[in-house]
């Protein structure tokens, strides 16, 4: 495993997973589960987040409690991203987000951009990039190039499942981004999708099956 990949395993999680796989799971069922899985994430890409002393009263008496220092910016990759956008949102109601609207089009064999908006203020800041699936890399290096046009800060990579390959070719191109996921033991087939994986994310989110 790479130095800068960090896979989170829990039992919950597995049987999260088990059901975000099932083809019998519904759209609705699926969402929840994204916005749910989402947040495992969250919590061990944020842990190492720099924290300053504020000064409060509690209704007992004053107390120095640790803060954030700078919010980070939450960026979703559209538009599976957009599934798992809100759960970043509202577990860091602090942040600013952005979109990146960006495919892989089969017929030029390259990087499509439809949408680009990022905050006004995002030089040198924390950026929290998420999209569920990294199977061939190429959305995400092309997603990673643009946010680096801005200086942003570090970069954290927010995504449910993940291959070697897709891991291997981020950090060819992106060595610095660090990657969390939920499994990055997945194979990636000759169209491109993740094996066993859990089909088209955007499908499965909006039901366009």
């Not at 570090?154 to 449910?160: A, D, F, Q, S």
């Amino acid at each position: 495993m790479n130095k800068n990949v960090f896979e989170i395993k829990h039992p919950i999680i597995e049987h999260k997973l088990a059901f975000l796989r099932d083809k019998k799971t519904s759209s609705d069922e699926f969402r929840r589960i994204i916005t749910e899985l989402t947040k495992f994430l969250a919590f061990e890409a944020t842990k190492n987040l720099e924290v300053c002393d504020s000064h409060i009263e509690t209704p007992i008496s004053s107390a120095v409690v640790k803060k954030i220092k700078q919010a980070p910016v939450v960026v979703s990759i559209m538009r599976a991203g957009n599934g798992m956008i809100d759960s970043m949102l509202t577990l860091l109601p602090f942040c600013s987000a952005g979109h990146i609207g960006i495919y892989r089009d089969k017929f030029i064999h390259n990087t499509v951009e439809y949408y680009f908006k990022l905050p006004d203020d995002v030089k040198g800041k924390e950026i929290l990039l998420v999209d569920p699936l990294l199977a061939t890399g190429d959305t995400a290096i092309a997603s990673l190039d643009r946010l680096k046009q801005y200086e942003v800060g570090k970069i954290r990579m927010l995504t449910i499942l993940t291959c070697q390959y897709g891991i291997d070719r981020v950090h060819h191109f992106h060595p610095d981004v660090d990657i969390y996921t939920l499994s990055s033991h997945e194979e990636l087939n000759d169209k491109g999708y993740l094996v066993p994986g859990l089909g088209d994310a955007g499908d499965r989110l909006f039901g366009t099956l």
